[in-house]
């Protein structure tokens, strides 16, 4: 059974870091495309970062381009997201998902972690 377990999340201040993990459990982590997404109250849910399994190359949407970081250690079947001078509008439920290279959808989710970013 496959198992994503967010953790990290967290109430802070603008301008603050964070760093979110996803553990990974019950699939070949290497070969799965991983993602982070946020949902906030009243809006859809959007990609935030992916990377891919084993080559690493990372997308960001524009929103978070030089302030977040995700990136994965194999080893550890964990992924994490790095999330640097927050800003109130980064403030969502944060899910990690994973998805192979030939699917079209993301078949694994976790429960979400939640990050408020205070102003």
């Known amino acids: 059974q496959v198992q994503l377990v967010e953790s990290g999340g967290a109430l802070v201040q603008a301008g603050d870091s964070l760093r979110l993990s996803c553990a990974a459990s019950?699939?070949?982590?290497?070969?799965?495309?991983m993602g982070w997404f946020r949902q906030a109250p009243g809006k859809e849910r959007e990609l935030v970062a992916h990377i891919t399994g084993s080559s690493g190359t990372t997308y960001y949407t524009d929103a978070v381009k030089g302030r977040f970081t995700i990136s994965r250690d194999n080893a550890k079947n964990t992924v994490y997201l790095q999330m640097n001078s927050l800003k109130p509008e980064d403030t969502a439920a944060y899910y990690c998902?994973?998805?192979?290279?030939?699917?079209?959808?993301?078949?694994?989710w976790g429960q979400g972690t939640q990050v408020t970013v205070s102003s």
């Open positions: 998902a994973a998805k192979l290279q030939v699917s079209r959808q993301y078949l694994h």
């Open positions: 019950g699939l070949t982590f290497s070969i799965y495309i």
